[in-house]
């Protein structure tokens, strides 16, 4: 939420545009792209947001300097917090959450259709139980584990947390540029469910997805006027202004 401030005129509201319909409408930036108890493990003895503290502890920290980049500052506590920023967008954007979740269901599938005939397991569950299973038991057992898995959330909690970090590390491996529109007045940026932008310099994410670690370029706007860009480019300009038609 501090983050979005950046497009606030009062601090508190946001115009959040719906792309499919054009539906304009005024949120307060408390609800600007919240997903209620989207990082909340639960367990037997309650639940936890652990995590989400744990990012909101990071914003708070990076965005005074995030503020200082947007302004010209870069300086070492600047390029961290763009970051740090960068990589908590990326890990808790749509599209990396709607991938993982593919994946997750994609894993389901596939333990489910050969555990079966994999003896390991069944060699396990003879150890455990006793007895050689009935047709169709382990997979029963299996769906069940992963049902349980999903109530609890707490796989796909682990792997956001684990995004944010191997993202992070990626991140401060590559050098920035600051870029900015030349005349905001007649266009700016805009922030999204997806904000972070990648591409190896030839494909976009539109019409064919490019993995964060395999791109060249990774795009992230800081406020309507001002963004930087992750790069692998050795020598890259520190800074580059966009004529509107860039936009």
């Known amino acids: 939420r501090g983050y979005q401030a950046a497009w606030s005129d009062d ?56 503020q200082r980049f947007i302004q010209g500052a870069r300086d070492e506590a600047a390029e961290l917090a763009v970051r740090a920023i960068t990589a908590l967008h990326w890990a808790r954007g749509l599209s990396t959450i709607e991938t993982q979740r593919r994946i997750a269901s994609e894993t389901r599938e596939e333990w489910v259709a050969r555990v079966e005939n994999d003896d390991e397991l069944r060699h396990a569950f003879v150890a455990d139980r006793g007895r050689l299973p009935v047709p169709g038991e382990m997979e029963q057992l299996l769906e069940e584990q992963f049902d349980l898995w999903d109530r609890w959330n707490g796989f796909f909690v682990e792997r956001v947390q684990v995004h944010y970090n191997t993202a992070l590390s990626h991140l401060q491996t590559l050098g920035s540029q600051r870029f900015e529109c030349a005349r905001p007045s007649r ?61």
């Open 11 to 66: 601090g508190r509201r946001v115009v959040l545009v719906t792309k499919a319909t054009s539906e304009a409408k005024v949120v307060g930036l408390k609800s600007a792209f919240v997903a209620r108890h989207l990082l909340t493990f639960r367990t037997a003895a309650g639940a936890s947001d652990a995590l989400e503290v744990e990012f909101g502890k990071v914003e708070s920290r990076c965005i005074p300097q995030l």
């Open 187 to 247: 266009a700016e940026f805009v922030f999204a469910d997806s904000p972070v932008v990648v591409t190896d310099g030839l494909r976009g994410t539109a019409r064919r997805p490019v993995g964060l670690y395999e791109a060249t370029s990774i795009w992230f706007p800081l406020s309507p006027s001002v963004g930087v860009a992750l790069t692998q480019v050795p020598h890259a300009p520190a800074e580059v202004r966009l004529p509107p038609i860039g936009v």
